[in-house]
Nanobody, 118 residues
């Protein structure tokens, strides 16, 4: 079982920055079986979308609209962060941490609100 706790959301003006953090409460066995760590977001009335993902080997992928502004970092085996710069009002959403296991199971955090004012 994996529990994810996110932090770092809030209200920021357009052009500002925020850093989201996600810590996984996992057993040593589960740590060894983490395949991917990612951030998703869901804006009101829209589907949840993948923002950024980092694999066990350190490869990263980003949503096209956040490339060059957001950076996902695997801080250690069970922590991942998302540095968000040059924020835009369209980045406003609830951001969710996600962990994908080698078994295929996935786990979600409770979500953290990010609001960017214009």
């Amino acid at each position: 079982q994996v529990q994810l706790v996110e932090s770092g959301g809030g209200l920021v003006q357009a052009g500002g920055s925020l850093r989201l953090s996600c810590a996984a409460s996992v057993s040593l066995f589960s740590i060894l079986n983490i395949n991917t760590m990612a951030w998703y977001r869901q804006a009101p009335g829209k589907q949840r979308e993948l923002v950024a993902i980092v694999t066990q080997s350190g490869n990263t992928q980003y949503l096209e609209s956040v490339k060059g502004r957001f950076v996902i970092t695997k801080e250690n085996a069970k922590e991942v962060s998302l540095e968000m710069n040059s924020l835009k009002p369209e980045d406003t959403a609830i951001y969710y941490c996600n962990v994908g296991m080698k078994s295929g199971n996935t786990y979600w955090g409770q979500g953290t609100q990010v609001t960017v004012s214009s």
